[in-house]
């Protein structure tokens, strides 16, 4: 184990649904001792995504070993990218974005992380989806 | 004892083959559940599902998926480390156990 503990998931989506049912297949697949949070919807109600709900999500789910996000289109990866830009420069460099499947990704991240493995694992862990 | 450095360990790597008697083979769950307990070990964890290989780090959650072994395939283990014979002995009882899934 990393002596900073488990690296954290975050999900975000612009469905509340998907976010809480992929946040669903972590908590059944990989477990609870994982740092995990979801955020999905606007302010409104509606599709989208908010990045002060993204921002909550980053602290709900802090690890000091840092946490990883899995997005799923478009404007969840602008705001999350948004939202890593205004947290406090001292937990800025420990967030990082995944290039991955939301879905598949947060297990993937999750199953990594839950080794103990650094951040940068974790992230390629899940990216490495994307490869053939 | 041989004056090799400390962490230098046999070069034969500890072998086992187990039937994948588990309902769905390694699907998702399952394979979550090796690949947590292969990274728990500092060997190198590797299955196959022929003894000629080609071998997959069992440590990686996306690779372990990718075999697709299902339900009546053998799996092939090639560990090689400090903690090999602890390794071995878990992941093949992880497999006997059917992952430890109350369907499974």
Request: include cysteine.
């Amino acid at each position: 184990m990393a002596p900073d503990g488990m690296v954290g998931i975050v999900i975000v989506s612009h469905s509340p649904k998907v976010a809480e049912g992929a946040a669903d297949m972590v908590r059944q697949m990989v477990g609870d001792a994982v740092p995990l949070a979801w955020t999905g919807g606007d302010p409104g109600g509606g599709l989208g995504t908010d990045i002060a709900r993204i921002i909550a999500a980053i602290d709900a789910a802090w690890s000091e070993a840092g946490v990883a996000i899995l997005v799923d289109l478009g404007g969840a990866e602008t705001n999350s990218e948004m939202a890593v830009e205004m947290i406090e420069e001292s937990r800025r460099g420990r967030v990082v974005i995944c290039n991955a499947p939301v879905v598949e990704g947060a297990v993937i991240a999750a199953t990594e992380a839950s080794g103990g493995s650094s951040l940068e694992a974790v992230k390629s862990a899940a990216e490495e989806l994307y490869v053939q | 004892m041989s004056n090799e450095s400390v962490g230098s360990h046999a070069a034969d790597p500890r072998t086992a083959e187990v039937p994948l008697i588990n309902k769905v083979g390694l699907h998702a769950r399952p394979s979550v559940k090796l690949t947590q307990l292969a990274k728990s070990f500092a060997s190198s964890v590797e299955l196959a599902l022929d003894p000629a290989g080609p071998w997959t780090d069992a440590k990686s959650p996306v690779k372990v998926m990718r075999v697709k072994a299902p339900r009546g395939a053998t799996l092939y283990f090639r560990i090689s480390g400090p903690d090999a014979d602890a390794a071995l002995t878990a992941m093949v009882g992880l497999v006997e156990r059917r992952f430890d899934e109350a369907d499974g």
